[in-house]
């Protein structure tokens, strides 16, 4: 009974921000992505499922698998997607998808398990790729990569015009969480991405977040200049830092 009490609030709270995100994207409708500079390609979704990220993982499910049911309304087809993801010692990548509903599905089926993190693996996936990439999003905590290992890797994607978008989960607010900060955040300059950080209880800063990656990865920066109304800083602040120039030229 127990469990079926908390799928039932799960499907619940799924449903809710599933119609927030629409909302989201809703101010998009007006956009023709044929239009804008950038065509949409593909984007690759990268998250960090180790033990550490328990606690934000319910949040994150939500709002990304309610990102995925609403990339239609801004991009139909054109914007493919690929989740991928570590924990203990496996590192997997969906195909690409155009289905939101299958990356929706997989995204419910997560859960953590202790081990590294496995960052480089994500990155040297999104360079090995041949789809056309729009960009990169990376959802995690902590970094026990090699910090040098990674700016390369981020150096070769900014060369090929892919940004990085990382948010970092900063609910731990431990040594580890507070040390992987500027290694995330020169990441993310060095392939013109933005680098944000969200807590517990950030649903709506998360939302807002993944709306305008959306918008960017679907048209660019012109579609970003059409994303009005949003209400927390964290979103706020990544807007500003793609018009002030991230993704130009692309």
Sequence with gaps: MGDLQKWRQEEKALALERERMKEALARLGAIDVRETRRRAGGL???IDLTASREETLRE???ATAAMFDALKSIAADRLAVRLV???GQECRASGWERDP???RRAMEKLSCKAGATQIAEVLHLALDEKERL???VFIGDVCEDDPDELAG???ELGKRNIPLFVFHD???RDVAVERAGPVFEHLAELTHGAYCRFGAGSAAALRELLSTVAAFSAGGVEA???VHQVTTTEARQLQTRLLLGAGEGK
Excluded: E, T
Aim: glycine residues 12%.
């Design 44 to 46: 690759i979704f990268g």
């Design 60 to 62: 994150a499910r939500i």
């Design 85 to 87: 993801y570590y924990r």
């Design 101 to 103: 509903a299958v990356l």
């Design 134 to 136: 729009s960009g990169v």
């Design 153 to 155: 890797l981020a150096a």
């Design 170 to 172: 900063c609910s731990g």
């Design 224 to 226: 970003v200049k059409q």
